[in-house]
C-alpha cells in the first residue's frame, strides 16, 4: 500500500526542508521517520520530527556545521545528532541494525540498509519513511495498520520482545494511545508468555512507560485487559482500581478545566493505584517515579477522602486555598473518579473557580503576633494555625484586627478607609 503526505505542515517547514538538503548529499538520503509520519496518517497533531539518514554521524555533524546550523552529539554512540535549525531541534539518527540483543538494549552497527533500520523497530506504524517531497515508504506494512489502528509487531511478535522487554508495555501503551478495537492477538499472547521479562527491566524505565500509559485516550480499556493477563498487578504491585480510572478518564474527557493532560500522569496514576496516602510512596517507590510525583499523589487523596456530598462553594474556596490550583483540582477529580461527589453542573462550577476567585492570604503573621507580645518560638505557630482556623470557618471573612481579638490579643488597626 502506497500513501502520501505532502503538504503536511510540519513536512513543508522550512527549517526541516532545509535540514533535508544540508544532509541528502553526495550520495545519501535522508528521510522523516516514526511519529510524525504515523501521526500524519492517522490524522493526530505531529510535536516532534525526527530523521533517518544513510549518513553516518561525522558526516552529519560536519555537513551541518559547514551549513552554518549547531549539531549536538546528544547520543552519538548510537548514531544520534541533534541538530538545531533556527533555534528548532532536529534528531538526525544514522541508519543501524543489531548486531545483538540483550533483552534490554542491543549492540548496533551503522549501515546504509532502509529494510534492516526498518526490521529492527517495534511496531509497523513506527517504522514508516516520508521522503521531502511526502511519499511514504513503507517496508513492513505500517500504512496498513495505521489506517486500521493495529499495533502490531514487526515479524515475530516474540523476536522483538526478546530484543527489549519494555516493549511488553510499550505494546499496551500504544494501543491505548492508537489502537481501535481488541489488541492484535499474536502480539497480546507474546507479551503474556514474556511477561517474565519484565523482571530484568529497571524500576524507572516501567515507571516512565506506565506514565506514559495512564493518560493515554485508551488507557481504561486497555488497563482492563493488562489486568485480565495478570500483567497489570505485577506491574503496580497490588490491585487496581479500573472503575474509579474509567470515571477519572471520563471526567478529563467531559469537564472542561479536567485534568488530561500529559502532565497529568501522577493523578491518573493515583486513580489506577492509590488508594490511601500511604500507597502513594509504595508506587512511588516501586516505579522509581520522582518525589514530585509522591506529594502530587498523597495530596490529592487525602484532599479528595475529605470531599463528601455536601461540598459548597465554601468547600470549594477552603479545598482551593489549602491545596492550591493544581491540588484543588486533582481533588476534585480524584473525589469523582472515586464516586465521593457527582460530576455533575455543580462539579464543574467548583472546578472552575481558580477562574473567578484568587485565594487571599491570611491577614497576619508572626511579625503582627510578636508586636502585641508574643515571644518567638512555637507558641506563634500555634496561634497561627488557630488564627486559619478560625478565618477559615469564616468563609475568609474575618479581618486581622477580628482575628486578633479572637485570639485575646490587642488588635491590630484596621486600615483607614480609602478616599
Known amino acids: 500500500m502506497t500513501a502520501s503526505i505532502a503538504g ?12 533535508f538538503r544540508v544532509i541528502a548529499r553526495d550520495g545519501d538520503e535522508a528521510l522523516a521517520v516514526g511519529g510524525a509520519v504515523r501521526n500524519t496518517l492517522m490524522g493526530l497533531p505531529v510535536n516532534d520530527v525526527d530523521i533517518a539518514t544513510t549518513a553516518a554521524p561525522p558526516t552529519v555533524m560536519a555537513r551541518a556545521e559547514r551549513a552554518g546550523l549547531k549539531p549536538v552529539p546528544t547520543g552519538i554512540d ?13 534528531e538526525v539518527t544514522t541508519l543501524r541494525e543489531d548486531i545483538e540483543t540483550h533483552g534490554r538494549h542491543a549492540t548496533v552497527r551503522f549501515g546504509r540498509d532502509w529494510n534492516a533500520d526498518a526490521q529492527r523497530r517495534d511496531f509497523t506504524m513506527n517504522a514508516l519513511y516520508a521522503t521531502p517531497d511526502g511519499r511514504v515508504r513503507d517496508l513492513v506494512g505500517g500504512i496498513e495498520d495505521c489506517i486500521a489502528r493495529r499495533v502490531r509487531f514487526i515479524g515475530r511478535p516474540e523476536d522483538r520482545i526478546r530484543e527489549d522487554y519494555l516493549r511488553i508495555l510499550r505494546f499496551f501503551r500504544f494501543h491505548a494511545a492508537y489502537g481501535h478495537g481488541a489488541p492484535d492477538g499474536a502480539g497480546l499472547a507474546a507479551c503474556i508468555r ?3 521479562g519484565l523482571d530484568r527491566l529497571s524500576a524507572e524505565r516501567i515507571g516512565q512507560e506506565t506514565a506514559k ?3 493515554a485516550s485508551g488507557a481504561p480499556a486497555t488497563a482492563t485487559i493488562m489486568s485480565d493477563c495478570g500483567l497489570l498487578q505485577r506491574v503496580l504491585g497490588g490491585a487496581a482500581d479500573l472503575a474509579g480510572f474509567a470515571r477519572l478518564h471520563a471526567v478529563a474527557r467531559d469537564a472542561v478545566v479536567a485534568p488530561g493532560g500529559k502532565a497529568d500522569w501522577p493523578l491518573f496514576l493515583a486513580a489506577l493505584a492509590v488508594w490511601t496516602e500511604a500507597d502513594a510512596p509504595r508506587l512511588v517507590e516501586r516505579l522509581r517515579l520522582p518525589g514530585a510525583a509522591r506529594d502530587r499523589m498523597a495530596l490529592a487523596v487525602a484532599m479528595a477522602r475529605a470531599i463528601g456530598t455536601d461540598f459548597d462553594e465554601a468547600a470549594a474556596r477552603r479545598l482551593l486555598y489549602r491545596a492550591g490550583e493544581v491540588g484543588h ?14 460530576a455533575d453542573d455543580a462539579f ?7 477562574w473567578r476567585w484568587r485565594a487571599p492570604r491570611l491577614p497576619i503573621g508572626g511579625r503582627d503576633l510578636m508586636a502585641a507580645g508574643i ?18 470557618a469564616s468563609d475568609f471573612a474575618l479581618t486581622g484586627g477580628e482575628l486578633m481579638a479572637r485570639l485575646a490579643l490587642t488588635p491590630l488597626p484596621e486600615p483607614a478607609p480609602r478616599t
Open 329 to 342: 483540582r486533582d481533588a476534585l477529580a480524584l473525589a469523582a473518579a472515586r464516586g465521593r461527589i457527582a
Open 78 to 90: 548510537h548514531g544520534t545528532v541533534t541538530v538545531v535549525v533556527d533555534g528548532h531541534p532536529f
Open 8 to 19: 503536511a505542515g510540519w513536512l513543508v517547514d522550512p527549517r526541516l526542508q532545509r535540514l
Open 375 to 392: 515571644e518567638r518560638g512555637p507558641r506563634i505557630g500555634e496561634l497561627l494555625a488557630e488564627a486559619e482556623t478560625l478565618w477559615l
Open 348 to 354: 464543574a462550577h467548583h472546578l472552575a473557580l481558580p
Open 213 to 215: 500509559l495512564v493518560v
Open 194 to 196: 514474556a511477561r517474565d
